[in-house]
């Protein structure tokens, strides 16, 4: 049986302005390549590091992948973010405009993936790299998304998780058992990395 950490990516720049991602390719902010950093100092040895194709993701894993000497990043786009349809690249005011009473009736717009569809292939996927992994441990820098996805087949109630948490997961020819959720960065210590300020 495998065990996997899955990971929310490093802070990207649209997560710093509020905007829906999905599958939308915004690169890492300055911060969440710092978090990245930090992340690679607290992980403990993984046989394999793999992410989502999308560049948050894998550069969240190349960074960690580099400072833990694990490598190189198994990539693999079934593990997406899901697709948020006319929301991608809105802010919640915006989708408020464009789209009201949505969000507070729990409504999707046209061409939002829903969590079958997610789960789908982001099993798909951790049962390939659980393959290659085999008895041992993978680190899976995936999306939020991702994570409630995969949580939800577990039986976890939703509950939002930061950039740099996650979840262990053990998968096995049975199933998905969720394991404990960890953050592995420590704000204080990803402020300190912050360049000094002219």
């Keep these: 049986m495998s065990r996997l950490l899955l990971v929310r990516h490093g802070q990207s720049e649209w997560n710093a302005s509020g905007r829906w991602q999905g599958q939308a390719d915004p690169p890492l902010s300055d911060l969440g390549r710092r978090q990245a950093m930090v992340a690679a100092e607290a992980?403990?040895?993984?046989?394999?590091?793999?992410?989502?194709?999308?560049?948050r993701a894998r550069r969240t894993a190349e960074i960690i992948a580099d400072g833990s000497g694990v490598g190189p990043v198994l990539v693999d786009p079934?593990?997406?973010?899901?697709?948020?349809?006319g929301w991608e690249g809105l802010t919640k005011p915006e989708i408020e405009r464009d789209y009201p009473g949505f969000l507070a009736d729990g409504r999707r717009p046209d061409g939002y993936e829903d969590d079958e569809s997610v789960s789908a292939r982001a099993v798909g996927a951790l049962a390939r790299i659980a393959a290659i992994t085999g008895e041992g441990e993978a680190l899976v820098v995936v999306h939020a998304g991702v994570i409630y996805a995969v949580e939800g087949l577990a039986g976890v109630p939703f509950e939002r998780i930061p950039n740099l948490g996650g979840r262990w997961i053990d998968l096995s020819p049975s199933?998905?058992?969720?394991?404990?959720?960890?953050?592995l960065i420590d704000t204080a210590k990803v402020e300190a990395t912050q360049p000094d300020q002219p």
Excluded: K
């Excluded at 199933?175 to 953050?183: D, M, Y």
């Design 43 to 55: 992980v403990g040895g993984f046989d394999i590091v793999a992410s989502s194709d999308l560049e």
């Design 175 to 183: 199933g998905i058992v969720a394991g404990e959720r960890v953050l």
């Design 78 to 85: 079934d593990l997406r973010e899901r697709h948020a349809g």
